[in-house]
């Protein structure tokens, strides 16, 4: 008989945070808490790169698909 560990759930929506900003799911994309930013971003990784642009860029990224992902915009909060 073969013994089964039970897995640890972590969902894949869960809040975010980046460079102390939170990055949240709603809806079909992804909320920054950033101040005047009422924008929503097809991917959390386009979320990080809305806060690299606000902050100014970082010197180097560790991820490539940061770096392909942009800034895509799919709404606006209402």
Same mark, same amino acid.
């Given at each position: 008989?073969? =013994? =089964?560990?039970?897995?640890?759930?972590?969902?894949?929506?869960?809040?975010?945070?980046?460079?102390?900003?939170?990055?949240?799911?709603?809806?079909?994309?992804?909320?920054?808490?950033?101040?005047?930013?009422?924008?929503?971003?097809?991917?959390?990784?386009?979320?990080?790169?809305? =806060?690299?642009?606000?902050?100014?860029?970082?010197?180097?990224?560790?991820?490539?698909?940061?770096?392909?992902?942009?800034?895509? =915009?799919?709404?606006?909060?209402?």
């Amino acid at each position: 008989m073969r =013994i =089964i560990g039970k897995d640890s759930y972590i969902p894949e929506y869960k809040t975010r945070t980046y460079r102390g900003i939170k990055v949240k799911r709603d809806g079909n994309g992804w909320c920054t808490s950033l101040d005047g930013d009422n924008n929503i971003y097809k991917s959390y990784y386009s979320a990080y790169n809305a =806060i690299d642009k606000y902050y100014g860029n970082r010197d180097g990224y560790s991820n490539l698909r940061q770096i392909k992902a942009g800034i895509k =915009i799919i709404g606006q909060k209402e």
